[in-house]
């Protein structure tokens, strides 16, 4: 899909209804290859034992209204009911887990139930159930889709594995999806399951430690952000810190002639050397994985002699743990791979 469109795309004569046809069709199966890519790097560190937990307060309700948000419109467009349950109040929902890879668990889940259900509708939502000493919170995702046949309900949390064994199904993926969910609900101290007839609907149930966080979390008034000005940015001595050349590509188009420099160095060894030489840089935008020096040591040691500069992390959306390494080496803020430019634009707009 990428390299066939790509390549249509070079041809001269083309018309402006083919080209976006094209691009659609690029953006789209970019899309999917990145999926499978974050699957298959979650599977292997899960695998090797390096997937870690990062543990904070957790506010249930809330991603349950962000997924309803997200997922609304996919069950419009299919015209199928879409319905939440919270099972507790607000306040008792804010509980001590790993935000990240509930939310991943939850998404994962949701993503199937819309997959696999044509008609009826999708319910999803938790309550409180456990023993006394050791309360859960049980949740599911419901559908009335095509269902799992009874011998195939265990192989599908396994790596690879999908239940309908014939090659000419429609439904694309990976069979990864499940085998991770399994895997993370485990790690959270809990567990996943599933109930399911063919033809009827099926029911994921998992369930997570009920811990409810000590102190009351401070509300602190949201960082609502708006794009940068083109005046702002105008202003602002900018360094990238990339070694892909593509990624490197990529800044150069959106800021190169709208900020007032651009400079590009490709290691953490570099960007120390061009800080200490231009005190005048606003903003460096900080890849982590890079050979000579990594992104965090680099931060770490700009930070003895340049506490102002405002460094903004560049992290791969697959590995989550490194947005807190990256504020823990001293970097402001972070931003998920592959950037868009409108998200950095806001960034931008929330630190100048
Ligand atoms: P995939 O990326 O193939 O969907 P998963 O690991 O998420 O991988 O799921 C494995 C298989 O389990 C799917 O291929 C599908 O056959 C089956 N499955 C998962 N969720 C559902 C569902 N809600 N309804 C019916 N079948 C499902």
Redo the contacts with the bound molecule.
């Keep these: 899909g990428i390299l066939g469109f790509a390549e249509l795309l070079s041809e001269p004569d083309l018309s402006g209804e083919e080209k976006s046809k094209y691009i659609g069709v690029i953006m789209k199966s970019g899309q999917r290859m990145l999926n499978i890519i974050n ?1 298959l790097i979650d599977i292997s560190k899960i695998e090797a034992g390096q997937m870690e937990l990062v543990v904070s307060n957790t506010k249930v309700n809330e991603q349950l209204d962000f997924l309803y948000t997200f997922f609304k419109p996919e069950a419009e467009s299919k015209s199928i009911k879409f319905n939440c349950k919270k099972g507790l109040g607000d306040n008792e929902s804010n509980i001590i887990t790993d935000k990240e890879k509930l939310y991943a668990i939850l998404t ?2 949701l ?3 819309m ?3 044509h008609a009826g509708g999708v319910e999803y939502g938790y309550s409180q159930k456990g023993e006394a000493g050791k309360p859960v919170l049980e949740f599911f ?1 419901k ?1 009335t ?4 046949a009874p011998d ?1 309900q265990q192989a ?2 396994e790596r690879f ?4 064994l014939q090659i000419s ?1 429609p ?11 399994k895997a993370y609900c485990e790690m959270l101290g809990g567990d996943l399951w ?1 109930e ?1 007839e063919p033809g009827k ?2 029911i ?1 149930r998992f369930t997570i430690p009920y811990q409810v966080k000590q102190k009351p979390v401070t509300n602190k008034p949201s960082q609502k952000s708006i794009g940068i000005s083109e005046e702002k940015l105008a202003k602002l001595k900018i360094l990238a810190v990339e070694d892909d050349e593509t990624a490197d590509i990529f800044l150069t188009e959106i800021l190169e002639g709208k900020c007032r420099e651009l400079l590009h160095v490709k290691n953490g060894e570099e960007a120390i050397k061009t800080c200490k030489a231009n005190p005048d840089i606003d903003l460096v935008l900080m890849d982590i994985k890079m050979p000579v020096m990594d992104g965090y040591t680099a931060t770490r040691e700009i930070r003895k002699f340049n506490t102002k500069v405002i460094i903004i992390a560049q992290t791969a959306y697959a590995l989550a743990g490194d947005k807190e390494k990256a504020i823990a080496a001293g970097c402001n803020d972070y931003i998920a791979k592959p950037i868009k430019k409108l998200e950095l634009y806001n960034l931008l707009g929330k630190h100048f």
Excluded at 145 to 148: D, L, R, Y
Excluded at 175 to 181: E, N, P, S, Y
């Design positions: 699957d994962n889940l993503k199937n139930a997959k696999y259900t995702v559908d889709g095509i269902g799992i195939r599908i949390f594995v999908q239940a309908d199904k439904y694309e993926g990976a069979g990864l999806g499940l085998a991770i969910t599933v399911s609907g099926s994921f």
